[in-house]
């Protein structure tokens, strides 16, 4: 249990909270590296979209399959240990991937059938992860551990894709993927000085795996805060996500190349990193729900104005307002949904916000990709853009109470 004078620390002195940092920005470099480089590998070898829509499938169908019971297993066991474990499958299929690059493949399954063991992993990282940062610091200092969190893994999202360009350009996938391994095996390293410290004595969990799932989902279903948050984000990023069209944008729209395609996507980052640097100083403390819809809204129009631009320096400021807009809808959905949820359930209940954050980014590529595919990509991005919008209206409605959400205690 945590002494008095630990709680009374601040934020970046809490024991292993660094360490915690350290760990996550080494495995999210690596899944930003990994994420740029498959993508245009696999576009390289097929000039297919249709082929980028089933990069983002054959990762979700795993992690559809697996989520929910990862929330029951999260639940029950050590964290620390499952996010252990789960990095350790990651790193192997970034080897898995090296591999291949080294035949220089013409052939795409095996690449396919590596992002399905990846998802695997992915599964158990997401609820264990939004499980352990509540463990980690005191409840007082876990809205602005949250946006830090967030904010300094944007420093990953920034660089991984930039860098990931310049390494598929220098020496194809195996030099990325070698780099990928290591910095998995940087976070495993880094994890091991992480204490988790701030536990609830747990309850006694129902007997049977489907009384567990049950039990969780009725929590959902009952807090409209949460139900709501998670649902918003789910409609509006499948709906309105341009990420899987950005290799489309890079080569055939905007003509810039990989190097342009890793700086579009960390320009959604560099958005983000400076709203989150923004929120861990001042933070949302009124109208937490109105701050959340507009920032959904905002995220809509900026992908509308990407849509339609040709002009590379438009498409990265429209991606940089999308990155600010987002990063104040996690800031707000997270700091929520973490409140408002028990610590023995917030296995389950992350798994399921998971679920619905999985949907939204692996469908919605899928949904982006099949419909470039048929229309072309400026009417697929189009179409997300205004879905997006149709989305917030229709939530503001159906969810009132999330919507009159003043301050981050009113969720509890």
Excluded at 17 to 34: E, K, N, P, Y
Aim: proline share 4%; charged share 10%.
């Amino acid at each position: 249990m945590p002494t008095l004078d630990t709680t009374a620390l601040p934020l970046h002195r809490q024991p292993g909270f660094l360490s915690f940092l350290l760990s996550r920005l080494a495995a999210v470099f690596a899944m930003q590296i990994q994420a740029v480089v498959v993508a245009w590998q696999v576009y390289d070898i097929t000039r297919d979209a249709m082929s980028l829509a089933y990069v983002g499938l054959a990762q979700f169908i795993p992690m559809v399959l697996l989520l929910l019971p990862a929330g029951d297993v999260v639940d029950r066991f050590a964290r620390k240990r499952i996010l252990q474990l789960s990095w350790a499958v990651q790193g192997f299929c970034s080897a898995l991937l090296l591999l291949i690059a080294q035949t220089d493949p013409q052939n795409v399954v095996p690449i396919y059938l590596v992002l399905a063991l990846f998802g695997c992993g992915r599964a158990f990282t997401g609820p264990t992860l939004q499980s352990m940062l509540p463990n980690l610091v005191p409840r007082a200092q876990l809205p602005q551990a949250i946006a830090l969190n967030s904010s300094i893994m944007k420093i990953a999202v920034i660089t991984g894709p930039l860098l990931g360009g310049v390494l598929y350009a220098l020496g194809g996938g195996r030099l990325a993927y070698a780099v990928c391994l290591g910095c998995f095996i940087a976070a495993l390293v880094f994890l091991l000085w992480v204490p988790v410290r701030f536990v609830e004595k747990a309850k006694a969990l129902e007997s049977t795996a489907w009384e567990r799932f049950s039990a969780g989902i009725a929590y959902i279903r009952h807090q409209p805060v949460i139900l709501g948050a998670i649902s918003l984000d789910l409609f509006a990023v499948l709906l309105g996500g341009v990420v899987a069209l950005l290799p489309i944008y890079a080569q055939e729209v905007l003509q810039v190349g990989a190097q342009g395609l890793g700086a579009l996507r960390s320009a959604i980052a560099v958005g983000a990193l400076l709203m989150g640097l923004y929120l861990g100083v001042k933070g949302i403390t009124r109208r937490a729900g109105h701050v959340m819809f507009a920032a959904v809204a905002v995220f809509g129009l900026a992908n509308l104005v990407f849509a339609l631009s040709h002009l590379f320096w438009v498409s990265m400021f429209a991606m940089l307002v999308a990155g600010a807009a987002d990063m104040v809808s996690v800031y707000v959905r997270t700091t929520l949904i973490q409140l408002a949820t028990p610590d023995a359930m917030r296995g389950r209940v992350n798994a399921v916000n998971m679920l619905f954050i999985g949907s939204s980014n692996e469908l919605g590529e899928f949904r982006a990709g099949s419909m470039a595919a048929a229309i072309g990509a400026i009417p697929a991005a189009l179409i997300g853009g205004v879905g997006t919008l149709a989305v917030v209206g229709t939530w503001m409605k159906l969810f009132p109470t999330l919507r009159r959400v003043d301050r981050f205690d009113d969720a509890r």
